[in-house]
């Protein structure tokens, strides 16, 4: 039972390059989140997803896009990636009942230059 | 919309001192309440949760939280830390507001000297 897993760990792209974050989680869950986390500003979500096939904006998802083609699978994509989007990505999932904690992936770290 | 508050930026304890970390939240009804640490390079575990009941709640590697309704707090608690305990913790509220939203505070980053 690996949890929630994230690919890649670490990754430097250049102004303007594309890249595809992919999470995974073995728990059966129905709620799956991306979120960045920058200094001093906790974690601040960018998409979220309610179950297959459906995603929904959070708080800062300009410049993102998601996609949840399968219930296990959540894919963040950056199509032009900018300065500002260099930040720790983390990926949760929870359960459709019980007791609403998240679990976490370890998370990406993105540089963009 | 619910919103969370973590005031201390960073605290610094000796190891084997008693710890405290403070969390204060704003919502008109009771919050679903949790504590998260995330050790360095590492996502976020939940250390506890509160929902309803005892306001005292135990976690995880020792952690307790007490819920205060009357202050809006939700404090963390550990009567005595190792140098294990080093890292960013982070509160995080709870509420149906159009559907379940968590809310995470910025975090309070754990420094411990020996």
Redo the contacts between chains.
Sequence with gaps: NAGVTQTPKFRVLKTGQSMTLLCAQDMNHEYMYWYRQDPGMGLRLIHYSVGEGTTAKGEVPDGYNVSRLKKQNFLLGLESAAPSQTSVYFCASRGGTGGFEQYFGPGTRLTVT | AQSVTQPD?HITVSEGASLELRCNYSYGATP?L?W?VQSP??????LL?Y?SGDTLVQGIKGFEAEFKRSQSSFNLRKPSVHWSDAAEY?CAV?AWTG??K?I????TRLFVKA
């Design positions: 930026i679903y949790f998260y390079g590492q996502g976020l575990q939940l949760k929902f982070f709870g559907g379940f968590t995470f505070g910025a975090g």
